[in-house]
T-cell receptor, first 112, second 119 residues
Framework: LAKTTQPISMDSYEGQEVNITCSHNNIATNDYITWYQQFPSQGPRFIIQGYKTKVTNEVASLFIPADRKSSTLSLPRVSLSDTAVYYCLVGPFSGGYNKLIFGAGTRLAVHP | GAVVSQHPSWVICKSGTSVKIECRSLDFQATTMFWYRQFPKQSLMLMATSNEGSKATYEQGVEKDKFLINHASLTLSTLTVTSAHPEDSSFYIC???????????????FGPGTRLTVL
């Protein structure tokens, strides 16, 4: 499974756009990129998933360059409630063996 | 969206006792479930992969005789921590893999977690 590298922590202010970049230089052809959010004492929550180019949903956007060696999670206009740990994961698609290996994640702190 | 529940949400037990944690998929069938453990300020660590009707696959370093996993139905997997000790105190989280049309969506939904404290 590809390893990922993310910043340990980030700080932002309410209303700003936050971009968290994840490096995954050894991503395989059949790997997808998935981002999860985790609040203290809760299970991770799925945010977004993509394979290439750009994916957007109601909470975030995911930008993936052509070489797929990195990806950027973009959170528009963050609020205090977005303070959490964000995990970037890469893993194989289907095959009934979707083992997710979590890295350290990025601790995002949103300030008033 | 898919919902995964865990029971209990927290448990306190004495050293030497066994504790069972349940993980249920509420609105879908889960052929594959996963069990994680998370210590304070640390990331999630995968413990084992639980497949319905077969033996669980444990990650390296995880004692299968201590952490018993049973996945007897498509909606329920259980993790039993046997002879628990204070060092087993942790946050245990399960997840379930989502399938659509018999194909994995490569997406997992996580339960809310169970806080285990062993005195």
């Amino acid at each position: 499974l590809a390893k990922t590298t993310q910043p340990i922590s980030m700080d932002s202010y309410e209303g700003q756009e936050v971009n968290i970049t994840c490096s995954h230089n050894n991503i395989a052809t059949n790997d997808y990129i998935t981002w999860y959010q985790q609040f203290p004492s809760q299970g991770p929550r799925f945010i977004i998933q993509g394979y290439k180019t750009k994916v957007t949903n109601e909470v975030a956007s995911l930008f993936i360059p052509a070489d797929r060696k990195s990806s950027t999670l973009s959170l528009p206009r963050v609020s205090l409630s977005d303070t959490a740990v964000y995990y970037c994961l890469v893993g194989p698609f289907s095959g009934g063996y979707n083992k997710l290996i979590f890295g350290a994640g990025t601790r995002l702190a949103v300030h008033p | 969206g898919a919902v995964v529940s865990q029971h209990p949400s927290w448990v306190i037990c004495k050293s030497g006792t066994s504790v069972k944690i349940e993980c249920r998929s509420l609105d879908f069938q889960a052929t594959t479930m996963f069990w994680y453990r998370q210590f304070p300020k640390q990331s999630l660590m995968l413990m084992a992969t639980s497949n319905e009707g077969s033996k669980a696959t444990y990650e390296q370093g995880v004692e299968k005789d201590k952490f018993l996993i049973n996945h007897a139905s498509l909606t329920l997997s259980t993790l039993t921590v046997t002879s628990a000790h204070p060092e087993d105190s942790s946050f245990y989280i399960c997840s379930a893999e989502i399938y659509r049309d018999s194909q994995s969506t490569d997406t997992q939904y996580f339960g809310p977690g169970t806080r285990l404290t062993v005195l």
